[in-house]
């Protein structure tokens, strides 16, 4: 069965996804209803649907990912695309190939969708200038992960309902994280209260222009939070004297039912994975039962079908 | 053979006397400006004033320039040119070609070359090339330390000897106050003038555009102005120490002005430019990820900007430089972070400067000055000047002419500049090299 005879038709204006920044609230709303539909339709025994038959899409990855690489892959099989991946590692661009090359030579094997993730800020925006399909960007370098940010937002509001009036708190390596800068711009579009928590360091400078409150406590960032996020941890941070070491940073940083009770008491806890256990949180509050972790993954899929399948409304029908 | 250009023509003086007449004659250096007329013979400004007019000076040609400006050519300080090593980018002769089309007539070379000027051979080739092939005079800057390393000092007085105009270390500062120190201090010997790029390596470490919202936003890694003042501080404690003349070759914003001024108000021997990028951009202008805007220093905030233009409105930035930097498709059509830095300017560098002053920001005099009198008076040549005897490196001005950049249309042979369809007021419309025409617009 299809999805789309289920869900109300979204008015998604845009060939591509680049960035969360540029969405409307209805469009980013649009796309988490549509969500929930794919959401309804991955629990059923049959899970898939001819939306995308005869569609190609290609999942592009100059940076390695499994599990961000694996729920495209699904969304598009779920929906009944033929789906190919490609993963090319950083020294065979260095080889002499430019990402432009790379963007051409794809384009003329005609897919309809690519999904790419790169390395760099803005290389996704640069090679949808250059193909004929729709390009959907899956990370670029500390830019943008859009997907991240809706699947996040979807499963906030399964479990809180709303977004106006919530405080969200997201603690860790803000300034290199795609996944914080989408978060903030969702979720301010979305009317929740973002704050972000982190070592002057890992802050980036002036991301209070960004619409944040920062802190650099865990104890004042997270107190009264409706949501703790959790960003993971780099180890090359350590390396570049960003941070002096791991015990320190667990200790000051990591979360662990401590700090946790510094948030409300129906605070949940998210991290978009993967997770570096006694790192940036201990085993036991990511296992625990304010954790939603698991269901981000699931609601990983749900949202990249939903997106699929309203870039795919704007593809050429003959 | 090179048969883009009529080889050493260019520098060889017309055999009539040319009269320009009823010009607007502008001297920066003296304040001059009147209107009147300017004998160009032998290669050198013969005679100006109100009594050249057409047919006082018998047997000359005349040139009616309608009212329009005859000024000094402008002289570049900072002209990244291909040759040798990166013909591809730009050889001297396109770069040259490019320098004529925008009313400049000196270029300084810099020594960011395959392999680097930091030889005496390397000087020689480039003056030769020149003279056989480039359009306007060419000053090669020579490395002021082996191979740009920072690390050792190299022959500043056989360089100089041979030709090199003053010492640079190119895109980089030398990070070793020791050798920095060594490098004042001999060149002092010499009256050889350092020009020295401001970034403290490890501060500026995998920084790609200004630090600020505007990075934050885009996730690109910030370079601090403060890599640029912790520089310029240093480097003015050296000159303090040495007495060596010092020059900043690019500051880019206000704190740094602050510095130069404070030097300045002590009597040291610093100067400073700026390049015509840091003072018509800002770094809002990137936008999307345009790789055309990436340059070294980063562009900076618009509060930045204006300090650069008041600097140079009030004459503590003393020169402004095109910071020309030729690079091609395989450069810059590459994600931001990844992609080179530097923007052409040479064809674009007047039209750009005279923004400032239409906008009444920059007196046209100062303008001027910044852009031909003063790098001349720092680097010894007896250009950039409207007097009797002076080489007849001129350029007759439509201040008001208006016109549009087109990238295609651009001499140089890359064409990565950043006023793509920028509507521009006031241009070159002849440019004169020793008293040669070796432009005319249209």
Same mark, same amino acid.
């Given at each position: ?318 | ?181 060594? =490098? ?54 050296? =000159? ?36 015509? #990028? ?5 770094? #809002? ?158």
């Amino acid at each position: 069965m299809s999805i789309a005879a289920e869900a109300p038709t979204p008015a998604f204006p845009h060939r591509h996804l680049l960035g969360i920044e540029g969405l409307t609230r209805e469009e980013i709303l649009s796309l988490l209803d549509l969500s929930e539909a794919a959401a309804a339709q991955s629990r059923q025994v049959d899970k898939k649907s001819n939306v995308l038959r005869g569609r190609t899409l290609i999942n592009l990855f100059f940076e390695a990912s499994t599990r961000t690489q694996s729920s495209f892959e699904l969304a598009g099989k779920r929906l009944g695309a033929d789906v190919m991946n490609m993963s090319i590692p950083t020294s065979s661009i260095k080889k002499g190939e430019t990402l432009i090359d790379t963007a051409v030579t794809l384009n003329a094997m005609r897919p309809d969708l690519l999904v790419v993730r790169h390395h760099a800020a803005g290389a996704v925006e640069l090679l949808s200038q250059k193909v004929d399909c729709s390009v959907i960007n899956a990370g670029d370098g500390s830019h943008e992960h859009p997907t991240q940010a809706l699947l996040d937002a979807m499963t906030i509001r399964r479990h809180k309902g709303r977004f106006e009036g919530l405080t969200v708190a997201i603690c860790g390596d803000i300034m290199h994280s795609r996944v914080a800068r989408s978060n903030i711009l969702s979720l301010n579009t979305l009317g929740a209260r973002v704050r972000v928590v982190a070592p002057s360091t890992l802050l980036g400078e002036a991301v209070d222009r960004l619409g944040v409150e920062a802190f650099t406590s865990m104890r004042d960032g997270l107190r009264n939070a409706d949501v703790v996020m959790m960003l993971r941890l780099q180890r090359e941070r350590m390396v570049s004297s960003l941070i002096p070491s791991q015990r320190e940073y667990f200790h000051f940083y990591g979360l662990d039912a401590e700090k946790l009770a510094f948030a409300k008491d129906d605070a949940i806890v998210m991290h978009p994975g993967p997770m570096n256990r006694g790192v940036e949180i201990d085993a036991q509050t990511a296992d625990g039962p304010r954790s939603v972790i698991r269901e981000q993954v699931e609601m990983g899929v749900a949202v990249r079908m939903a997106v699929l399948q309203a870039l795919a409304r704007h593809l050429p029908n003959e | 053979m090179d048969t883009e250009h009529e080889p050493e023509a260019a520098h060889r003086p017309l055999r009539k006397p040319l009269a320009l007449v009823n010009a607007r004659l502008i001297d920066p250096a003296s304040g001059l400006d009147a209107f009147g007329g300017l004998l160009i013979a032998g290669g050198t400004i013969a005679d100006l004033g109100m009594h050249i007019t057409e047919g006082s000076v018998e047997g000359a040609e005349s040139l009616d320039c309608g009212g329009r400006t005859v000024a000094p050519g402008l002289i570049d300080m900072m002209v990244f040119c291909g040759e040798p090593g990166h013909e591809h980018r730009e050889t001297l002769a396109t770069a040259s070609s490019a320098a004529a089309a925008g009313g400049v007539t000196t270029i300084c070379c810099m020594p960011n070359t395959d392999p680097v000027i930091d030889d005496v051979a390397l000087v020689d080739f480039v003056l030769r090339r020149a003279r056989d092939t480039a359009l306007v005079q060419v000053h090669p800057m020579a490395a002021m330390t082996r191979d740009l390393k920072g690390e050792e000092i190299a022959e500043l007085g056989l360089l100089r000897d041979a030709g090199a105009i003053a010492f640079t270390n190119g895109k980089s500062s030398v990070a070793n106050a020791k050798i920095m120190r060594n =490098v004042l201090a001999y060149a002092k010997d010499y009256g050889a003038l350092i020009v020295h790029h401001l970034e403290d390596p490890a501060l500026a470490e995998g920084g790609v555009m200004n630090e600020g919202e505007v990075a934050t936003r885009l996730g690109l890694r910030g370079i601090p102005t403060e890599a640029e003042t912790i520089v310029l501080d240093r480097d003015i404690r050296l =000159v303090e120490l040495t007495g060596g003349r010092y020059h900043a070759a690019q500051i880019s914003c206000r704190a740094s002005l602050d510095v130069i001024r404070s030097a300045k108000a002590r009597g040291l021997p610093v100067t400073c430019g700026v390049s015509i #990028n840091h003072l018509t951009l800002n770094e #809002n202008d990137i936008g999307p990820y345009r790789t055309f805007f990436k340059m070294m220093p980063p562009l900076r905030t618009e509060d930045d900007r204006r300090a650069m233009v008041e600097g140079v409105a009030s004459g503590d930035i003393d020169v402004i430089v095109s910071a020309h930097d030729p690079r091609g498709a395989e450069g810059k059509r590459r994600p931001f972070a990844e992609a080179n830095d530097g923007a052409v300017g040479l064809e674009t560098l007047l039209g750009a400067g005279l923004r400032l002053y239409h906008n009444g920001e920059v007196t046209l005099h100062r303008l001027l000055s910044a852009l031909s009198a003063r790098p001349a008076e720092l680097l010894g040549l007896s250009g950039g000047r409207l007097v009797k005897g002076a080489p007849a490196d001129l350029v007759l001005i439509d201040l008001e002419m208006p016109w549009t950049v087109a990238r295609e249309d651009l001499r140089s042979k890359s064409t990565n500049t950043p006023f793509d369809e920028a509507r521009f007021e006031g241009r070159a419309l002849v440019t004169f090299v020793a008293g040669r025409p070796v432009y005319h617009y249209g």
